[in-house]
Structure formats: structure tokens, C-alpha cells
């Protein structure tokens, strides 16, 4: 089936966020402060029933009801009881992308339910990022579409990260080291976006000269080689996979998160360096590769 481009995802010019809150204890509030915050966003809107404004702004009960139909990106903080109608409202006035935040309730990882809401995405025609995923960040274009309250750097590192706890790790030592970023991605359980169309995309980024990865899991190993080889032949590609041994305990986290094995890490080195792409360990590492390239 014929998907959608990224540019709704990596281009965002109207974003809604469904379950904004004006309360600090909720994640709604986290990823509407980072959004208002934002300076390259030229259409933004909160949507919750339970109020009239966030802040100065007016607040929308549901997506029905916003005054301009064209969403790039809608960002789900919402309970996971509320998903499937918060879902269902946005099939009116599909957006190109839809994100789905980490639920309060934890981690979303029921296989079945994931499901459903790929499929309900994708009869939208609309593309889904995450479940789990904590968001992106887009220095360069003034975007802060995330849980990270401060906008890193820009520069010309896209980092893209299966695990949100790494990315905010890597982003912290990489402000140290004076890095900037083009893009950060999370891209959280990759139930539709992955890493293999993230490379593609900032492979061909002008952007972009370094394109560091973090994975814990490969969805599909063809794929990602495939993307990996491609853009490896164009720019620097960083790749940081913790191991080996680091151990079994985080392959059985990675195999259960992804629903699939994490892989033999010495097949993974095979993999990286068939590609033509440099393995580090460590943040460390990850900092001194990209500041070298």
C-alpha cells in the first residue's frame, strides 16, 4: 500500500494537540508548553472538552470544532480509553501525521491495540509515529513538537532514537560538547514510521550532515541495511547500540517492547559494517564520532 511522505511529520506548519492541559501534573500540558513555545509553527490549537482557554489561547472540545480543517500534525496526549474517539474525531479532518504520546496509564504495548490504531491511521490516510514516542524537535525550523522542554541547538546532526531516556541522554551531552541537531526523532514502537524512511529522508537532507541512530530493535533488518547502505554513501551515519552483553536483561526489554528479537550483536556489527556506517557504545563515543564528522 502506497503510504503518505513525512513532510507532515518533518515539515509541521499546523499542529493540534488533543488533550492539552493547563495542569503541570498532566503530560498534555508538557507537550502544549513545548508547542506554544515553538516560533516556526504557524497554526497551533488546543483541543480538550474541560476548558474554554489554555493560557490566552481558545481552547476547542474536539477536532470538529477547529476553525481550520488542514492538520499537519496531531499530537494524542490523551488516556488510553479516550484514544479510539479521539481518533475517530480526527477521521472528519485527517492529519497527516498522528503521534502518539507516551499514556500516563504506562507504556502502550498491547500488540492488538496497536494494531487497531494503525489501522484506523491508516484508513485516514494519515501516518502514525510512535506508539510511546516522546516526539521531535526540529531546531532549524523553529518546531519543538515533544516532552523536551528546551529546544536544542540547531546544527547538523538528525538524531533518530527508538529510545526516548537515549535521546534526551544523547541531546544533554551533545549541548555539553557545543553539538546542534537538524532534527531529533523519537521514534518510540515504529508501529508505521521507522528508521529505515527516517534515514531515507535525512540522507537526502541538505541539512543534514551526520545521521546518528539509536536502536535497540530492528523491525525489519532488509530494510534498515537497505536505508543504512544508501545514506552511508552520502554522508557520515553514527549508530549507537549499547553491548555487547550489555546484556541479555536489555535484548529481553528490546525483543519485548518491539515483539521481536533484539538480535545477535555480533550479526548487528556484521550489519553496520557491511553498510558502511560506524558503531559506538557509548555517549561518549556517539559525541566524539559526530563532532569528528
Not at 537538524?182 to 527516517?198: I, K, Q, R, Y
Request: hydrophobic content about 50%; proline content about 7%; some cysteine.
Amino acid at each position: 500500500m502506497l503510504r503518505p511522505p513525512l513532510s507532515a511529520l518533518l515539515a509541521p506548519r499546523s499542529v493540534a494537540v488533543i488533550g492539552a492541559s493547563g495542569h503541570p501534573e498532566s503530560r498534555g500540558f508538557h507537550v502544549w508548553r513545548s508547542v506554544s513555545l515553538s516560533t516556526g509553527i504557524e497554526r497551533l490549537w488546543p483541543v480538550n472538552p474541560k476548558y474554554r482557554y489554555i493560557g490566552e489561547r481558545p481552547c476547542y472540545p474536539d477536532a470538529d470544532a477547529l476553525p481550520d480543517r488542514a492538520v499537519d500534525l496531531a499530537i494524542l496526549c490523551v488516556g488510553r480509553r479516550h484514544l479510539a474517539r479521539a481518533l475517530g474525531k480526527l477521521s472528519r479532518n485527517p492529519p497527516g501525521v498522528v503521534l502518539f504520546a507516551p499514556q500516563e496509564e504506562g507504556p502502550l504495548s498491547d500488540r492488538i491495540e496497536i494494531s487497531e490504531l494503525l489501522e484506523a491511521a491508516r484508513r485516514m490516510g494519515s501516518r502514525l509515529i510512535g506508539p510511546n514516542s516522546i516526539g521531535l524537535v526540529l531546531p532549524r525550523a523553529g518546531v519543538n513538537a515533544s516532552f523536551w522542554p528546551r529546544m536544542p541547538a540547531a546544527g547538523g546532526i538528525a538524531l533518530l532514537a527508538q529510545s526516548a531516556m537515549i535521546a534526551t541522554g544523547l541531546m544533554d551531552h551533545a549541548g555539553e560538547a557545543s553539538l546542534g541537531f537538524s532534527a531529533v526523532v523519537n521514534t518510540g514502537l515504529e508501529a508505521d514510521v521507522g528508521m529505515a524512511e527516517l534515514i531515507d529522508w535525512f540522507a537526502r537532507d541538505a541539512a543534514t550532515r551526520v545521521i546518528a541512530l539509536e536502536v535497540e530493535a530492528l523491525r525489519d533488518p532488509r530494510a534498515f541495511f537497505s536505508a543504512l547502505r544508501a545514506a552511508a554513501e552520502k554522508k557520515p551515519v553514527v549508530v549507537l547500540r549499547a553491548g555487547p552483553g550489555a546484556g541479555y536483561a536489555a535484548d529481553r526489554l528490546a525483543a519485548g517492547r518491539f515483539g521481536t528479537d533484539a538480535g545477535e550483536d555480533r550479526a548487528f556489527d556484521a550489519l553496520i559494517a557491511a553498510a558502511g556506517a560506524l558503531r559506538v557504545r557509548t555517549y561518549a563515543e556517539f559525541c566524539a564520532a559526530a563532532a569528528a564528522f
